[in-house]
C-alpha cells in the first residue's frame, strides 16, 4: 500500500490537494473531518459530542477518534492505499496509527506537509466560510483552531522528521504547481 498523511494548518489545502491525489494516484481517502461531520449528519452519539467541541475550533478527545478510525481504516484496506487529511492531529494520535498500521502489516510511507503562513491561512478560512457554511469558519473559531494547531499538532512535525518521514511542501501559489511539488515528493517514495 501507499498509505500517505497530508498534513498542514486548517485552509492549508489538505482537502484540496486530496482530491488530486485520489485521481492521480487511485488512493481512499480518509478525512476525519468528514467523518466527524457526517456522525454529525446523522444525530448519533459520537456526532453530538463532536460537535460540541468542533464548534469552538477544539480538537475531539484522542479516544473518540482513535476508536472509529481503525474501522474507516478497515472499510478501505484493500485499496492501493489511503490518504490520511486531519489525521493525526496529536502525538498520541501518531502513536496510534502507526500501531494500527503495523497490526495490518503496513506502515505510513510519507508525511507531506503544505507550508503556509498564518495570515493566508485566515484569509483563506474567512473565504471558505462564506460558501462552506461550516460552523467553524468564523474568525473566532479560526483564531482558536490556529491555536490548537501550533501548540497540539506541530510538534508532530518534529516527530515526523525523527521518524525520516517529513515532506515540506511550500503550500502558496497555484494549486496546479503545489500539486506538482507534492508529486515530486511522491517520484521519490
Ligand atoms: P480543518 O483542517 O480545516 O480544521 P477538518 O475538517 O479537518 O478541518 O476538521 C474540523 C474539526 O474537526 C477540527 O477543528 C476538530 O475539531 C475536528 N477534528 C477533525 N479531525 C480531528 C482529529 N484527528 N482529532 C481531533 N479532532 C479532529
Known sequence: MLNIIIFGAPGSGKGTQSENLIEKYGLEHISTGDVLRDEIKQGTELGKTAAQYIEKGQLVPDELIIN??????????????????????????????????????????????????????????????????????????????????????????????????????????SIDDIFARIKKVIATL
Open 68 to 173: 472509529i478510525l481503525a474501522s474507516v481504516f478497515d472499510s478501505k484496506k484493500s485499496a492501493k492505499g489511503v490518504i490520511f487529511d486531519g489525521f493525526p492531529r496529536t502525538i498520541p494520535q501518531a502513536q496510534a496509527l502507526k500501531m494500527m498500521l503495523a497490526e495490518r502489516d503496513t506502515q505510513i510511507d510519507a508525511v507531506i506537509a503544505l507550508e503556509v503562513d498564518d495570515k493566508e491561512l485566515i484569509e483563506r478560512l474567512l473565504n471558505r466560510g462564506k460558501v462552506s457554511g461550516r460552523s467553524d469558519d468564523n474568525l473566532e473559531t479560526i483564531q482558536n483552531r490556529l491555536q490548537v494547531y501550533h501548540s497540539q499538532t506541530a510538534p508532530l512535525i518534529e516527530y515526523y522528521k525523527t521518524e525520516g518521514l517529513y515532506s515540506p511542501v511550500k503550500g502558496t501559489g
